[in-house]
């Protein structure tokens, strides 16, 4: 038993080095990126406490995770609290569902965005202290044509239940709607100006969380916007999302910027099948289901090459650890140069804060 549980930890340790990876940083309007890796399916995500987002196809990009029994709940506890996740994934054309219970309070924004590398997006954003309304806006290339977002009245308080929320995405058009019904559409014309069209049109990844957007650290207008300053004391706040479906219009291993348009046209379907969608079809086992199912045979082997390991293992595990820490924080610099690039302000605030928590750090 304490032998099993020791491999269990070597193994764990191993997986875990294995699976930190860095995505790299890339502005395809002005660099020649690496392709990104595609969905290439259609898939749920039902999310509690005992069904929690799977870190291959999810990451965790600022604050942890709190799951209940029938959701995972994004929470403010305290000032600088904003946990986002992001997916691993693209989809090039497609439908998001969000079922969502938005935060309650002044100055707590609940948001749910498609963004794409050259910071095309799509976003759903509740103000925390105005429960019948949510609002829709959109961005090409980061750029703003004027009035793109929109506030909706809505049938119910949506701090209460959850609603379906859902975004319909293709190159004609933009729609937005709510438990089944139509609240608004843009079409790619809509998104056009004399200067050119502004449309989201890149492969885009989903970016969900909840951020103080009426911190007082935030400038005036922001804190307008969000409904007035935040009170901390009131808190916490807590942004719910039951279930995620995730369709990909397209099918392939890879989108591709072929050149630095931004247009569709220049995004290229690199054919085969998605990394992604194999793992997420896989039948997840633990390490501890493994073991139970393997023969007496192996687990003796196993057992025999692993004590001899388990001396040098421990040293190797020591050095991998500071090692991993170095990366992390090579990761970590690299993440926030890239969220002091985007346009999102949910991104630029986590990224403020992040380097002035850096320097009291220091
Ligand atoms: C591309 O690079 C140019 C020159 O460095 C810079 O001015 C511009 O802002 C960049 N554009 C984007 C979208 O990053
Ligand atoms: C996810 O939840 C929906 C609605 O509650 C249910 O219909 C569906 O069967 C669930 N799917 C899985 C895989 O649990
Ligand atoms: C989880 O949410 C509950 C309810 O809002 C809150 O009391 C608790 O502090 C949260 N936990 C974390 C770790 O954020
Ligand atoms: C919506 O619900 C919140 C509690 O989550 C409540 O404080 C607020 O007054 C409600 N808003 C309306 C307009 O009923
Ligand atoms: C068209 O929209 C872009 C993006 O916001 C903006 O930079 C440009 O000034 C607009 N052009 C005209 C003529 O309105
Ligand atoms: C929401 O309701 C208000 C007041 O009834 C109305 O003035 C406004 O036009 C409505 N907004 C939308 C987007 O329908
Ligand atoms: C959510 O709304 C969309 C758009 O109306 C609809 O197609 C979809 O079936 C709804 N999902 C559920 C689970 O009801
Ligand atoms: C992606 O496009 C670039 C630029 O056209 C090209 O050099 C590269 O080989 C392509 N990559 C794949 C995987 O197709
Ligand atoms: C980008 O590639 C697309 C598709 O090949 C092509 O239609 C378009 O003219 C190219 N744009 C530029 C600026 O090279
Ligand atoms: C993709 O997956 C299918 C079914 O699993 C397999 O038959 C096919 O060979 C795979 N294609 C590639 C390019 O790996």
């Not at 992001?86 to 938005?102: D, K, L, P, Q, T």
């Not at 719910?240 to 050149?259: C, P, R």
Request: hydrophobic share 35%.
């Amino acid at each position: 038993m304490v032998r099993s549980a020791m491999i269990a930890a070597l193994v764990a340790a191993f997986v875990s080095t294995v699976s930190a990876q860095t995505s790299t940083e890339c502005q395809p309007l002005n660099e020649t990126c690496s392709p990104d890796p595609a969905l290439s399916t259609t898939h749920t995500w039902n999310l509690s406490s005992s069904s929690q987002l799977d870190t291959t196809a999810w990451s965790i990009t600022n604050g942890v995770m709190n799951y209940t029994e029938d959701a995972l709940g994004f929470t403010i506890n305290k000032k600088m609290d904003s946990p986002t996740i992001r997916s691993n994934f693209y989809i090039f054309w497609g439908r998001m569902e969000y079922h969502v219970r938005a935060a309650p309070g002044h100055g707590v924004i609940s948001s749910v965005v498609l963004e794409s590398d050259d910071l095309d997006e799509v976003d759903w954003e509740w103000v925390g202290s105005e429960g019948m309304h949510v609002q829709s806006n959109w961005f090409g290339k980061g750029q703003t044509i004027a009035n793109t977002g929109v506030t909706h009245n809505l049938t119910s308080n949506a701090t209460l239940d959850f609603h379906n929320y859902t975004t319909w995405w293709d190159s004609d058009k933009l729609e937005w709607w709510y438990d089944g019904t139509l609240l608004r559409t843009v079409t790619y014309e809509d998104a056009t100006n004399s200067s050119g069209t502004w449309y989201p049109q890149t492969p885009v990844t989903i970016r969900m969380g909840i951020w103080p957007g009426g911190d007082p650290s935030q400038p005036e207008g922001r804190i307008i916007w969000a409904g007035g300053e935040i009170d901390y004391n009131a808190g916490p706040y807590t942004m719910y999302v039951s279930q995620i479906l995730a369709q990909d219009f397209s099918t392939g291993k890879e989108y591709n910027y072929t050149n630095h348009s931004g247009d569709w046209q220049s995004i290229a379907i690199v054919p085969g099948n998605s990394t992604i969608e194999k793992e997420l079809n896989k039948v997840h086992l633990s390490t501890a289901q493994k073991w139970d199912r393997m023969s007496e045979g192996s687990r003796i082997a196993i057992i025999v090459v692993a004590s001899a390991v388990v001396g040098t293992g421990a040293i190797v595990f020591l050095f991998c650890c500071i090692r991993q820490r170095r990366i992390g924080k090579r990761e970590w610099n690299i993440q926030n140069n890239k969220w002091v690039e985007e346009r999102t302000e949910m991104m630029n605030m986590q990224a403020e804060w992040r380097q002035k928590g850096y320097v009291e750090m220091k």
